[in-house]
């Protein structure tokens, strides 16, 4: 059982702020601007968020959730999710991690073989963040990052289900 | 632009001991401080060991909480038996140094005031989380409560705060250098520190003391609605007389 969800809210800049939570991270909150830094901050960032509420105002698409079931197998945990806007769901989310790896570039190949074989032709590409980072430690960031990517391309389309896979 | 604003200080007793307040003012500083992008967060979130220096922040991390705080100060001759005093009245531990930098940072909105947020990190030592503090207004409460009563969040975050305080539309007022001792007893922390002006904007190296005393301050940090704390304040600043008159704060006078 995994969550991943997060918030929009629009600053003075008009620079949109998300703000995200992660079952794998209970205790802290991922503050991110698309293209900006990403903080990482303790779980009560959110009352800080309630206090700010005369500077900042929720974004309309308000909160959208990545909710489902956790599997380990072996190195690797996979995590299905179900992503909902609201009461209606939206597509599904498919979170593929190698837990021994710290940096990303050396085990996307990996990641890509393991994913083809339970994913075959729906297999995404490899993730921007990773173009980004070169040999450098990944971090829960990323992920979150990621996360924001994929709950953006699904607030634009439709309201047909899409399966969103990262 | 920089602009210091006044400074005024009550003449001090005739020994070394008695209790003269200082008012700190703002200083403007033009510059912000950059801060290089790196997030570092570990499977228990930016958690790590907990920081006991600093300002009210509390081991296990809290969210509403009130915070009292009553304060006092004294001359750089009086500090070692203070030092002597509290290290006879407060919980047996191992002393504990800090050097903390703290920035201030202001976001203006349309409502009168600007929502003050600050930022705090350790100097000397690595590995820690840098710490978010927001402090509300003081509660108007009963007149004879002893200290200074307000709403506080404390926050440990990533290194990349400045950075992020700023997208978010903050700017920094001003900063300084907070260099000195912690104490705990209890639920209480006692703090003696001196406050070191920075000299130039963002360069932690050069920096001068802003005075010739050393702030005392006596914090507890309760869930809100307690207000059992404030008589236990009392009864350890008692103990503390001659050598620091430890006092409420008011926050008229420091306008």
Known sequence: ?166 | MDSLTTYSKRPPGSNGGKNCTWELMSRRSGRRAGRATRVAAGERGVRGEPRTAGRGQRRDGCGRDGGAVSAGSVLDQSLESLLHRLRGLCDNMEPETFLDHEMVFLLKGQQASPFVLRARRSMDKTGMPWHLRYLGQPEIGDKNRHALVRNCVDIATSDNLTDFLVEMGFRMDHEFVAKGHVFRKGIMKIVVYKIFRILMPGNTESIEPLSLSYLVELNVVAPAGQDVVSDDMRNFAEQLKPLVHLEKIDPKRLM
């Open chain 1, 1 to 166: 059982y995994h969550t991943a969800w997060a918030i929009g809210t629009q600053g003075q800049t008009g620079k949109l702020m998300y703000v995200m939570h992660n079952s794998e991270y209970p205790l802290s909150c991922f503050a991110l601007f698309e293209n900006g830094p990403c903080l990482v901050a303790d779980a009560n960032f959110d009352t800080l968020m309630v206090k700010l509420k005369g500077f900042f105002q929720n974004a309309k698409a308000n909160k959208i959730e990545s909710r489902g079931t956790r599997y380990q197998y072996c190195d690797f945990l996979v995590k299905l999710g179900t992503v909902t806007m609201g009461p209606s769901a939206r597509g599904i989310s498919v979170e593929v991690e190698y837990c021994p790896c710290v940096i990303a570039n050396d085990c996307w190949n990996l990641l890509m073989e393991f994913m083809q074989s339970f994913m075959g032709s729906h297999t995404p590409g490899i993730p921007s963040v990773f173009g980004a980072k070169h040999d450098s430690v990944y971090s829960p960031g990323d992920t979150m990052v990621q996360y924001m990517e994929l709950f953006n391309k699904i607030r634009k389309q439709q309201q047909v289900p899409v399966a969103g896979i990262r």
